[in-house]
């Protein structure tokens, strides 16, 4: 029986997405949509489909019928699914701050919830489902986003020499990074437009004038009200702007975003690879529903040292693992020139995606041809080798 099969994923349309970068990977013509994501994986609300003998299959119904041999006794043991989704983002406008609860909460909530009656796709419900969320990006173009509360030096310079925040300042010092985001996020609409109009009709002039540089939390807080839909209410994200590291990934970089740890992506286009989750705890810059109260039993109120990976090159000198602490999943970017040759043999099920060029990916049973933007699902215990004509760059999801 095959082991290796061609997988074709499934585009999210969301108001942040670019129009242009998903839809020229995957060489389809672009009528002006938001395509933000492109899902790899078996998650119910967007399974990608699999090419059988037997037709094309959604990948969530294959695994439900051949789990055991496609993901192998010991995922099937410890997760009893494909235990990761594996993504394409292009982020034209900033996402929501977020913030992803630990896996024993998010079966609390979920199961609190439940037993309230709340629909799963209530715009107020907070658990979508009873799984945490760790997630890791690498960069696929010079990336931008915030990452974890500044250190404490860093805050208090912050807020010293923003002239609009001089006032949280003492906030900081007596109740600390808890007291200071628990004041912000509970305002009231009138107390945030008060304190941010000021800073707005400081900031927005310069931005306008192209004056601002993207290292500046000032850039990013005037873009944010530049791409509101209502610039009569200011959004309380604003603040978090000011108080996160605002962190630049290049080309090839990753950044892993664990439990707890408040974040934002604001630019650019990435490989980003989580647990099978759609679990999101929002903190601002959105019109989608805040939970200032069950947000701020989750979030990780201490410094972030951000950690900007460039991944472990293995000695075969092809494969780059980006390493992270997650049981769930596991990132590594394949990148051949003409005379290598790649092997590898799969313990569970892989994902792979071309990003660049063309490749052949050979197992005992078939092979497959996969071009920019092509993707293919391999089972458990499967032997294969990729090579290349001309060079290609490959992203490979499994379970570590």
């Known amino acids: 029986m095959p082991k290796l099969f061609a997988l074709k994923g499934k585009i999210q349309n969301y108001a942040w997405g670019g129009t242009r970068f998903i839809p020229e990977l995957l060489g389809i013509e672009s009528n002006n949509d938001k395509c933000a994501e492109y899902w790899l ?23 439900a019928s051949h789990n055991s041999e496609s993901l192998g006794d010991e995922v099937v043991e410890n997760f009893g699914r494909l235990p990761f989704l594996f993504k394409v983002l292009d982020v034209y406008d900033m996402l929501s701050i ?7 909460e998010a079966e609390k909530g979920f199961r609190h919830e439940n037993e ?61 990074y808890f007291g200071l985001y628990k004041r912000v996020m509970e305002q009231s609409v009138d107390e945030t437009n008060q304190t941010l109009a000021p800073l707005v009709n400081r900031i927005m002039p310069l931005y ?45 970089e990753a950044v892993f975003q664990d439990a707890g740890i408040p974040h934002a992506y604001l630019e650019g286009q990435n490989m980003e690879l989580m647990a099978n989750s759609d679990n999101v705890l929002r903190g601002g810059l959105t019109p989608k529903h ?9 979030v990780a109120f201490e ?9 472990s090159l293995q000695e ?8 992270t602490p997650a049981p769930d999943f596991e990132l590594s970017k394949i990148d051949l020139k003409k005379s290598d040759i790649y092997k590898s043999k799969t313990k569970t099920a892989q994902i792979l995606i071309v ?15 996969v071009s920019k933007g092509e993707s293919a699902f391999l089972k458990a215990d499967c032997k294969y080798i990729i090579s290349s004509t001309s060079s290609a760059t490959i992203y490979k999801a499994t379970t570590p």
């Open 41 to 63: 994986g078996a998650h119910a609300n967007a399974p990608s489909v699999i090419s059988t003998s037997d037709g094309d299959q959604n990948l969530d119904s294959y695994l």
């Open 98 to 104: 977020q913030v992803h609860p630990t896996k024993t």
């Open 116 to 176: 309230l009656g709340i629909p799963l796709t209530a715009p107020h419900r907070n658990y979508k489902d009873d799984n945490h969320k760790p997630e890791i990006m690498v960069a696929l173009s010079e990336f931008w986003l915030l990452h974890g509360f500044l250190s404490k030096d860093k805050l208090e310079e912050r807020l010293r020499n923003t002239p609009e925040f001089i006032d949280l300042l003492s906030v900081f010092n007596e109740a600390g």
């Open 208 to 252: 306008l004038k192209g004056k601002l540089d993207k290292s500046s939390p000032d850039y990013w807080a005037a873009k944010a009200v530049d791409s509101s839909t209502d610039k009569n209410v200011l959004d309380k994200g604003i603040y978090s702007i000011y108080f996160f590291n605002i962190v630049k990934a290049n080309k090839g």
């Open 290 to 298: 805040i939970d200032v109260s069950e947000l701020l039993k989750h």
């Open 303 to 311: 410094e972030t040292i951000p950690n900007v990976m460039k991944g």
């Open 316 to 323: 075969d000198g092809i494969e780059r693992i980006y390493k």
């Open 355 to 369: 990003i660049d060029g063309e490749a052949e990916i050979v197992t005992d049973s078939n092979k497959l041809l």
